[in-house]
């Protein structure tokens, strides 16, 4: 597990429900356009709405997609709790830990990404410095709940790549056994993906940060098997930058300054999405 990690051992998905398949198709035009290196793009969908028109996209737009997954299929068993009004719903927040891990059964690493997180140049440019590709967890940095205080920055896992190694898996099964045994706070947001990520590296992580001679952030938690975080430059974050989204000038200008993403706030999604490039012909 000392190796580098490598694009063509590394797999990009993402999760949603019927809500947001037309976000998705937007964002798949975006990642499409991006030519990324990175192995494969996979799915995971949370209802059989989702599942069924999005089986019938994929066969509309072949070769963009390599593989489709039910997310409920992940779970060993019923989670029967009132799912929150909003988004992310407690589905969500439970099937994207039971996700990673199915993905990571054939050896691959994994790189979430959200629907919301528009892609602009290949993915693999944010491992641009050995510190992300010897990193078990490399995130984009918000803050916003646990880890603000303690380290400068929560750990974002909009955009978050989990190497398939000893301590991720850990911290994963970890964070998925709260919810198995029932464990996980009633509060909706102490649910949510970012909050109880962040809350393990707080309570168990004893996690240590420190900036590189090529200035990338990273640290170690000893707490958790030393897991070696690296944290993503290159992600914007909102949509008060440069041209506006919903102009190709805005796309034009994230490729020239080596923006990688840009992570949606305040109805940049839906501007965007009205720029977004065709889908390559079959």
């Given at each position: ?14 999760v ?9 198709i ?6 499409a ?10 799915i995971?969908?949370l ?9 019938a ?17 992940f ?6 709790d ?17 996700s990673?891990l ?12 959200d ?6 140049l ?10 992300y ?27 978050m ?10 911290v994963?099964k970890?964070?998925l ?9 009633t509060d ?15 309570d168990h ?11 990338v952030?990273?640290g ?7 897991l ?9 974050r ?13 796309a ?6 080596g923006t ?8 940049f ?14």
């Open positions: 597990e000392a190796s580098l990690n490598k694009a063509s051992d590394t797999i990009a998905f993402t949603f429900d019927s809500k947001y398949m037309d976000m998705f937007c964002w798949a035009r975006w990642y356009a991006s030519k990324s290196i990175i192995k494969a793009l996979d995971v969908v209802d059989e709405a989702a599942d069924q028109k999005m089986g996209w994929m066969k509309q737009h072949p070769g963009i997609v390599r593989r489709k997954f039910l997310g409920t299929d779970l060993s068993r019923t989670y029967a009132k799912p929150r009004r909003l988004w992310p719903s407690d589905m969500y927040q439970r099937v994207i830990w039971a990673i199915e993905l990571m059964k054939d050896g691959e690493h994994v790189l979430h990404i629907t919301d997180a528009f892609v602009f290949d993915p693999w440019n944010l491992f641009n410095d050995r510190l590709q010897e990193a078990d967890l490399a995130a984009s940095c918000d803050c916003f709940g646990p880890g603000c205080k303690e380290f400068g920055c929560s750990l974002n896992p909009g955009v790549f989990f190497r398939n190694s000893d301590p991720m898996r850990s994963v970890t964070i056994g709260l919810w198995e045994t029932g464990k996980v706070s909706a947001h102490h649910k949510s993906d970012m909050f109880m990520l962040n809350q393990l590296a707080v992580g004893t996690c240590k940060f420190e900036n590189s001679k090529s200035g952030r990273h170690t938690c000893s707490g958790l098997k030393n070696r975080i690296a944290l993503f430059q290159h992600i914007n909102g949509q008060n930058w440069g041209p506006a989204p919903d102009s190709q000038d805005h034009e200008a994230c490729r020239k300054s990688v993403m840009v992570h949606a706030r305040n109805g999604e839906v501007r965007v999405c009205t720029v977004a490039p065709a889908l390559p012909p079959r």
